[in-house]
């Protein structure tokens, strides 16, 4: 099947910085999100991108689905930005679900 | 927002007690999930649903139940609990394929 591969595995930021996150896939997707679980373990949607750029607030997204990657921009990184920020795909050539990568964990001290 | 409930939101039980994760959306979704989450771990699908009387396994071997008899309900039940079930347990919808996917705020249960 489809993988997801997130990178970096692990990022420690300084409050104020800013970070990319990558996210790459193997096969051609239909549907793309990006997830940001919060310390109580609820997953919030952070964007629905199969291609292009979208931007809300401080934060960014762009997949280039020609070349099987998508990169989550954080600006201006706070507290409350840590947690686990998942990639999830779907292909219809795959079926059934949303797959999931393994996460990047964010950790934003002030 | 997307309304999609969960509940309970923390169970602790005893090992061989039958329980039911109770999950229901109001947005009219067909599709619905149910993924599994260790901690600190990634989602592994274990059932899913695309529609009214359709259940189907996923991924992740999982010795849970399912069942659709309401379009807007996706209970999970499990006849006898292990504490190799402890886990989060993470409900999901959407319409169709190809749009967003919504989650609700998660079970997480503790098997003693």
């Known amino acids: 099947g489809i993988q997801v591969e997130q990178s970096p595995p692990d990022l420690i930021l300084q409050e104020g910085a800013n970070s990319t996150l990558r996210c790459n896939f193997s096969?051609?997707?239909?549907?793309l999100q990006w997830f940001h679980q919060n310390p109580w373990g609820q997953l919030i949607n952070l964007f629905y991108?199969?291609?292009g750029t979208k931007q809300n607030g401080r934060l960014s997204a762009t997949t280039v689905a020609t070349e099987r990657y998508s990169l989550l921009y954080i600006s201006s990184s706070q507290t409350t930005d840590s947690g686990v920020y998942f990639c999830?795909?779907?292909?219809?050539?795959?079926?059934?679900?949303?797959?999931f990568g393994k996460g990047t964990t964010l950790s934003v001290s002030s | 927002e997307a309304d999609i409930y969960q509940t309970p939101r923390y169970l602790v039980i005893g090992t061989g007690k039958k329980i039911t994760l109770e999950c229901s959306q109001t947005m009219g979704h067909d599709k619905m999930y149910w993924y599994q989450q260790d901690p600190g771990m990634e989602l592994h699908l274990i059932h899913y649903?695309?529609?009214?009387?359709?259940?189907e396994k996923g991924d992740l071997s999982s010795e849970s139940t399912v069942s659709r008899i309401r379009t807007e309900h996706f209970p999970l039940t499990l006849e006898s609990a292990r504490p190799s079930h402890t886990s989060q347990y993470l409900c999901a919808s959407r319409r169709g394929f190809n749009n967003e996917q919504f989650f609700g705020p998660g079970t997480r249960l503790t098997v003693l």
């Open positions: 999830a795909v779907f292909s219809n050539q795959a079926g059934t679900a949303l797959i």
């Open positions: 096969d051609s997707v239909n549907n």
């Open positions: 991108i199969p291609s």
């Open positions: 649903s695309y529609g009214v009387n359709s259940t």
